[in-house]
């Protein structure tokens, strides 16, 4: 269970990384760096390997107080984040609300 919540973890991570306006200037600086770094974290499938790791070793800290627990608790949701987006991408076709043609225009006599 622990490696499909770490998965997932690292799943939105690097989505978030790879493709949200938030990170936008972050990721337009560092894919600049002419270094592993910069091409580490350029490269989806680089950049995944260090964040399932992270995530791994973040869901085991658990019992570690607090600090522990919190960072436990972060990964978790951004898997159920991920979960979420996964669901929504399958059953989209099934769960989408019709659409009604509401003319608001006043109509002329």
Request: net charge neutral.
């Amino acid at each position: 269970m622990i490696i499909i919540v770490a998965a997932l973890a690292a799943w939105q991570i690097v989505e978030i990384w790879r493709h949200s306006k938030l990170m936008a200037p972050l990721r337009s600086r560092t894919e600049m760096w002419d270094n592993w770094l910069g091409e580490l974290l350029s490269c989806p499938f680089c950049l995944s390997v260090w964040v399932s790791l992270f995530c791994l070793l973040g869901l085991e800290l658990t019992d570690y107080g607090l600090a522990g627990y919190t960072l436990s608790l972060m990964i978790t949701a951004l898997a159920i984040s991920r979960l979420a987006n996964l669901c929504n991408d399958v059953f989209k076709r099934f769960c989408l609300t019709p659409k009604i043609n509401v003319n608001f225009e006043e109509k002329e006599n």
